[in-house]
């Protein structure tokens, strides 16, 4: 049962861990899923066309960061 656009849009990000986890190898303790719902939205809903483009998954690759800053060291 959804609750609202917000807990639809966790549902929808939850699935995507789920596959990145079973499918793909990711432990679930490197990801987390997250969900906006009708709160961020990135164009207006006022269109089918709009809200299609609202209804999205981001994926954010968050680098560990001591091996970030040893990218930016310079050498020698």
Same mark, same amino acid.
């Given at each position: 049962?959804?609750?609202?656009?917000?807990?639809?849009?966790?549902?929808?990000a939850?699935?995507?861990v789920?596959?990145?986890?079973?499918?793909? !190898?990711?432990?679930?303790?490197?990801?987390?899923?997250?969900?906006?719902?009708?709160?961020?939205?990135?164009?207006?809903?006022?269109?089918?066309?709009?809200?299609?483009?609202?209804?999205?998954?981001?994926?954010?690759?968050?680098?560990?960061?001591?091996?970030?800053?040893?990218?930016?060291?310079?050498? !020698?």
């Amino acid at each position: 049962m959804l609750i609202d656009n917000w807990d639809l849009s966790v549902k929808r990000a939850t699935a995507v861990v789920r596959v990145l986890q079973s499918e793909y !190898g990711i432990p679930p303790a490197r990801m987390t899923a997250a969900g906006r719902g009708e709160y961020v939205p990135i164009t207006s809903n006022d269109s089918e066309f709009g809200r299609s483009l609202n209804r999205r998954t981001r994926i954010v690759i968050l680098p560990e960061l001591d091996q970030f800053f040893k990218l930016l060291e310079k050498p !020698g």
